[in-house]
């Protein structure tokens, strides 16, 4: 066939299709785009893609000023499809038009950094908290989880001085975990399981777990190297996220405590290994584990009290809120003397997208990377017309789905399972949809057929299609790893649990949140990415969602704190970490729940994203002692009997003469308001600590109130000086202008002192309801 038969197709959509783009575009010379196409839009009449890509180029317009600008660079199939090319802006914007193409984008100079989150994080090398903490040198954070894999390079100790003596813990051998296991980064090793062979009645089958502190299922790994891992070069995933990987807090020690088995974790090996935590001197307990469902009471939960008693002994406990969101009054980790940490965004994707038969593009996530699918597009169906819309296992139906794509819904299963169900059933791709549950919360999982996954808008779009098409196809496209601004970041994980409290309504959680979805960092070698049975794949590293991921990086952010201040209680590094952080995403607009597509609010984010090097210089902290602690549990009702569980002896009855008056007095950093018919005036009291360098430093405060709230502080000013390092203020919430008819069920608001350098900032939630607490 003659070129120029080949050209003219894209000549006459020029011609007729870009007559403002002609007379608007931008004269700016040329550079190298990346152009994503659709694999499965290349027209019969090319014999390859190479061909294809080449005629686009040669049907652009030549620019009068470069004539030469237009030059084809490279061509892709494996881990994008697409090419890359020398282009003027005048000609990317005729490009974007063409049927197929998917997006443009210019070729950045990139440097080598982490798997994303310490760049996100604003962390570096040569500023702000990494140099200024040394890197949380000879800081020892616990990690209590599934154990750990030793040989990855996460945990090589060549740049590590020898272990702190002051350590006591010991490494645990055996057949499987050498004493070579152990080393200058790995310091302790020990595995807890007795609670587990007692719920079993049998011993540990060692065909099945190690009974070692080896990890066999990958989230101890996973944990422990994102907390503390050292730097590793060329990390990735299947060639996704690839970069330089390294935990928060680089020169830490870690020391393991396996505690969590196939069934879960039970409370007495939680509690051991708590115990034997403290004993052994760690400076931090990271703990990605908690309880399913509501929060039990804090003298029911075992991570509560075991965090109190490590409070005691000036341990930072951080944990995990949970993933049961985005229902409201699922967080759980929520005692106030733990820092608990929910799940966002960061600014780097893995686009995937859902191509249907007539035309339209669904952006979805995905990891997979085996063969593609063909080049044209597969007949699409509904796991629901099939037998199962969740898609299980053996439950749809192979006459229905044999070379097809399914669309499964999300929910029930695990996610990667759906697909293998799809390839056992004889199906050869899958579009996993959310439901209105998880909104538009996409996670990229490592898929064992070609897959992704689309949000609850796209989903619905898709099934429709299926309903009212005669004969609906579909394609897959996997674009790679993108980092961008656009969609912002970061975002609230529908995932995440959040509050409103479920225990105490005057103490806000979650506390935080951090970087925990779609998290590259460190693998166990027992099992596959999936962590299902049906994955032979191994991998150094896996990305992977959770507030499971979320937790180490406050850990480690944690580490560096105690470092940088060996002297601060862990109240004080929750309270720097607290009013620091930020509720503005990259585009400046305020922070978004993925679950509603809304802006996100304290009940659900806390006091926001943290924000390391700020956290570096708070200015004020909220400080608590135990003690405090102790008069909070009164103040909710808590007989000598109950509070005898957290300080571990009898008490006498007077213990509770110091009460709070309102467990709102605790002095916490942020500020929960609930308002009922009774009572429409709520005081709170607080005392703020001078940390920073002027020790005359004068804050003013600057109240964002909610609407139809009147908010008081007093005194409005705080002057400090060498005798007076801690000043005390009373805050006033009032409901005003609705003549008590109550407030708005969730608002939120925040106060700020500032001395013109420090921004000390503490978020206000109030709950406001027109009859009793009892019927929110």
Same mark, same amino acid.
């Given at each position: 066939?003659?070129?120029?038969?080949?050209?003219?197709?894209?000549?006459?959509?020029?011609?007729?299709?870009?007559?403002?783009?002609?007379?608007?575009?931008?004269?700016?010379?040329?550079?190298?785009?990346?152009?994503?196409? !659709?694999?499965?839009?290349?027209?019969?009449?090319?014999?390859?893609?190479?061909?294809?890509?080449?005629?686009?180029?040669?049907?652009?317009?030549?620019?009068?000023? $470069?004539?030469?600008?237009?030059?084809?660079?490279?061509?892709?199939?494996?881990?994008?499809?697409?090419?890359?090319? %020398?282009?003027?802006?005048?000609?990317?914007?005729?490009?974007?038009?063409?049927?197929?193409?998917?997006?443009?984008?210019?070729?950045?100079?990139?440097?080598?950094?982490?798997?994303?989150?310490?760049?996100?994080?604003?962390?570096?090398?040569?500023?702000?908290?990494?140099?200024?903490?040394?890197?949380?040198?000879?800081?020892?954070?616990?990690?209590?989880?599934?154990?750990?894999?030793?040989?990855? %390079?996460?945990?090589?100790?060549?740049?590590?001085?020898?272990?702190?003596?002051?350590?006591?813990?010991?490494?645990?051998?055996?057949?499987?975990?050498?004493?070579?296991?152990?080393?200058?980064?790995?310091?302790?090793?020990?595995?807890?399981?007795?609670?587990?062979?007692?719920?079993?009645?049998?011993?540990?089958?060692?065909?099945?777990?190690?009974?070692?502190?080896?990890?066999?299922?990958?989230? =101890?790994? %996973?944990?422990?190297?994102?907390?503390? =891992?050292?730097?590793?070069?060329?990390?990735?995933?299947?060639?996704?996220?690839?970069?330089?990987?390294?935990?928060?807090?680089?020169?830490?020690?870690?020391?393991?405590?396996?505690?969590?088995?196939?069934?879960?974790?039970?409370?007495?090996?939680?509690?051991?290994?708590?115990?034997?935590?403290?004993?052994?001197?760690?400076?931090?307990?990271?703990?990605?584990?908690?309880?399913?469902?509501?929060?039990?009471?804090?003298?029911?939960?075992?991570?509560?009290? =075991?965090?109190?008693?490590?409070?005691?002994?000036?341990?930072?406990?951080?944990?995990?809120?949970?993933?049961?969101?985005?229902?409201?009054?699922?967080?759980?980790?929520?005692?106030?003397?733990?820092?608990?940490?929910?799940?966002?965004?960061?600014?780097?994707?893995?686009?995937?997208?859902?191509?249907?038969?007539?035309?339209?593009?669904?952006?979805?996530?995905?990891?997979?990377?085996?063969?593609?699918?063909?080049?044209?597009?597969? $007949?699409?169906?509904?796991?629901?017309?099939?037998?199962?819309?969740?898609?299980?296992?053996?439950?749809?139906?192979?006459?229905?789905?044999?070379?097809?794509?399914?669309?499964?819904?999300?929910?029930?299963?695990?996610?990667?399972?759906?697909?293998?169900?799809?390839?056992?059933?004889?199906?050869?791709?899958?579009?996993?949809?959310?439901?209105?549950?998880?909104?538009?919360?996409?996670?990229?999982? !490592?898929?064992?057929?070609?897959?992704?996954?689309?949000?609850?808008?796209?989903?619905?779009?898709?099934?429709?299609?299926?309903?009212?098409?005669?004969?609906?196809?579909?394609?897959?496209?996997?674009?790679?790893?993108?980092?961008?601004?656009?969609?912002?970041?970061?975002?609230?994980?529908?995932?995440?649990?959040?509050?409103?409290?479920?225990?105490?309504?005057?103490?806000?959680?979650?506390?935080?949140?951090?970087?925990?979805?779609?998290?590259?960092?460190?693998?166990?070698?027992?099992?596959?990415?999936?962590?299902?049975?049906?994955?032979?794949?191994?991998?150094?590293?896996?990305?992977?969602?959770?507030?499971?991921? !979320?937790?180490? $990086?406050?850990?480690?952010?944690?580490?560096?704190?105690?470092?940088?201040?060996?002297?601060?209680?862990?109240?004080?590094?929750?309270?720097?970490?607290?009013?620091?952080?930020?509720?503005?995403?990259?585009?400046?607009?305020?922070?978004?729940?993925?679950?509603?597509?809304?802006?996100?609010?304290?009940?659900?984010?806390?006091?926001? $994203?943290?924000?390391?090097?700020?956290?570096?210089?708070?200015?004020?902290?909220?400080?608590?002692?135990?003690?405090?602690?102790?008069?909070?549990?009164?103040?909710?009702?808590?007989?000598?009997?109950?509070?005898?569980?957290?300080?571990?002896?009898?008490?006498?009855?007077?213990?509770?003469?110091?009460?709070?008056?309102?467990?709102?007095?605790?002095?916490?950093?942020?500020?929960?308001?609930?308002?009922?018919?009774?009572?429409?005036?709520?005081?709170?009291?607080?005392?703020?600590?001078?940390?920073?360098? !002027?020790?005359?430093?004068?804050?003013?405060?600057?109240?964002?109130?909610?609407?139809?709230?009147?908010?008081?502080?007093?005194?409005?000013?705080?002057?400090?000086?060498?005798?007076?390092?801690?000043?005390?203020?009373?805050?006033?919430?009032?409901?005003? =202008?609705?003549?008590?008819?109550?407030?708005?069920?969730?608002?939120?608001?925040?106060?700020?002192?500032?001395?013109?350098?420090?921004?000390?900032?503490?978020?206000?939630?109030?709950?406001?309801?027109?009859?009793?607490?009892?019927?929110?």
């Amino acid at each position: 066939m003659a070129i120029s038969s080949v050209i003219c197709p894209f000549l006459f959509f020029f011609l007729f299709l870009t007559p403002t783009i002609l007379s608007s575009a931008p004269s700016d010379g040329p550079q190298t785009f990346i152009i994503y196409v !659709s694999r499965s839009h290349k027209p019969a009449l090319f014999s390859s893609h190479d061909d294809w890509y080449s005629s686009i180029i040669q049907s652009l317009p030549p620019s009068p000023d $470069h004539p030469h600008s237009s030059k084809l660079l490279y061509t892709y199939s494996k881990a994008i499809n697409g090419f890359s090319a %020398h282009l003027t802006p005048l000609q990317t914007e005729i490009l974007r038009q063409y049927p197929g193409i998917l997006s443009v984008i210019p070729d950045r100079p990139r440097h080598l950094h982490t798997t994303r989150t310490p760049h996100f994080l604003g962390l570096s090398d040569s500023f702000g908290i990494w140099p200024n903490s040394k890197y949380a040198d000879d800081v020892i954070i616990g990690v209590l989880d599934t154990g750990i894999w030793p040989e990855r %390079h996460s945990f090589s100790d060549s740049t590590l001085s020898d272990v702190p003596r002051r350590f006591k813990g010991i490494c645990e051998t055996s057949k499987d975990f050498p004493a070579s296991a152990c080393n200058k980064k790995i310091i302790g090793a020990r595995a807890f399981y007795r609670g587990y062979e007692s719920y079993m009645e049998r011993p540990i089958d060692e065909t099945d777990e190690s009974k070692s502190p080896r990890d066999t299922e990958g989230h =101890g790994t %996973h944990t422990a190297s994102t907390a503390a =891992g050292s730097l590793v070069s060329n990390a990735s995933l299947f060639d996704y996220a690839r970069g330089e990987a390294r935990g928060m807090a680089v020169k830490a020690r870690i020391a393991v405590y396996k505690i969590c088995w196939s069934p879960g974790c039970f409370d007495s090996d939680i509690l051991a290994a708590m115990d034997q935590a403290i004993a052994d001197g760690v400076d931090v307990i990271s703990l990605s584990v908690g309880a399913s469902g509501y929060a039990p009471q804090y003298d029911q939960d075992s991570i509560a009290i =075991g965090s109190f008693g490590a409070a005691q002994h000036g341990v930072v406990v951080s944990c995990s809120a949970g993933n049961s969101g985005p229902g409201p009054f699922t967080a759980t980790n929520i005692a106030p003397w733990i820092l608990t940490v929910g799940a966002s965004t960061i600014d780097r994707e893995f686009p995937a997208d859902a191509i249907l038969g007539d035309g339209r593009i669904f952006g979805g996530v995905s990891l997979y990377a085996g063969e593609s699918l063909p080049d044209f597009k597969l $007949h699409l169906v509904y796991g629901g017309d099939c037998g199962d819309r969740f898609c299980y296992m053996g439950r749809l139906e192979p006459s229905k789905v044999q070379g097809k794509i399914v669309v499964c819904d999300r929910g029930g299963n695990a996610r990667v399972e759906k697909g293998a169900a799809v390839k056992l059933a004889g199906g050869l791709g899958m579009i996993l949809a959310n439901t209105d549950e998880s909104g538009e919360e996409l996670i990229a999982d !490592s898929h064992l057929i070609p897959a992704t996954m689309v949000g609850a808008i796209a989903g619905d779009k898709i099934r429709e299609y299926i309903k009212l098409s005669q004969y609906p196809t579909a394609t897959i496209v996997f674009r790679g790893t993108v980092i961008s601004p656009s969609p912002p970041a970061p975002k609230v994980a529908a995932f995440s649990s959040r509050g409103p409290n479920s225990l105490t309504a005057e103490i806000l959680k979650p506390d935080v949140i951090a970087p925990g979805v779609n998290i590259l960092a460190a693998w166990t070698g027992s099992t596959g990415p999936t962590d299902l049975e049906i994955d032979p794949r191994r991998v150094d590293f896996n990305i992977i969602s959770g507030t499971s991921m !979320s937790c180490p $990086h406050v850990s480690g952010l944690a580490a560096l704190l105690r470092k940088a201040y060996p002297d601060w209680s862990p109240a004080a590094i929750k309270s720097a970490l607290m009013t620091t952080a930020y509720n503005l995403d990259n585009s400046g607009e305020n922070i978004k729940d993925l679950a509603s597509g809304e802006e996100s609010t304290p009940f659900i984010h806390g006091a926001g $994203h943290v924000d390391p090097n700020r956290a570096l210089n708070p200015g004020l902290v909220y400080d608590i002692d135990v003690s405090e602690y102790v008069a909070f549990l009164c103040s909710i009702g808590y007989d000598v009997k109950r509070i005898s569980v957290f300080v571990r002896e009898p008490v006498s009855s007077d213990i509770c003469t110091r009460a709070l008056a309102t467990p709102g007095n605790l002095n916490y950093p942020s500020f929960s308001v609930v308002f009922n018919s009774n009572n429409d005036v709520v005081k709170y009291k607080r005392v703020v600590k001078n940390v920073g360098s !002027s020790v005359d430093a004068v804050y003013e405060v600057k109240v964002n109130a909610p609407p139809n709230v009147a908010i008081n502080v007093w005194p409005s000013k705080l002057a400090f000086s060498a005798e007076k390092k801690a000043l005390a203020y009373e805050i006033t919430f009032s409901i005003v =202008g609705l003549d008590g008819l109550g407030v708005s069920p969730q608002q939120s608001g925040s106060i700020e002192w500032s001395d013109g350098v420090h921004l000390v900032r503490s978020p206000i939630a109030v709950r406001g309801i027109q009859g009793s607490v009892s019927s929110m």
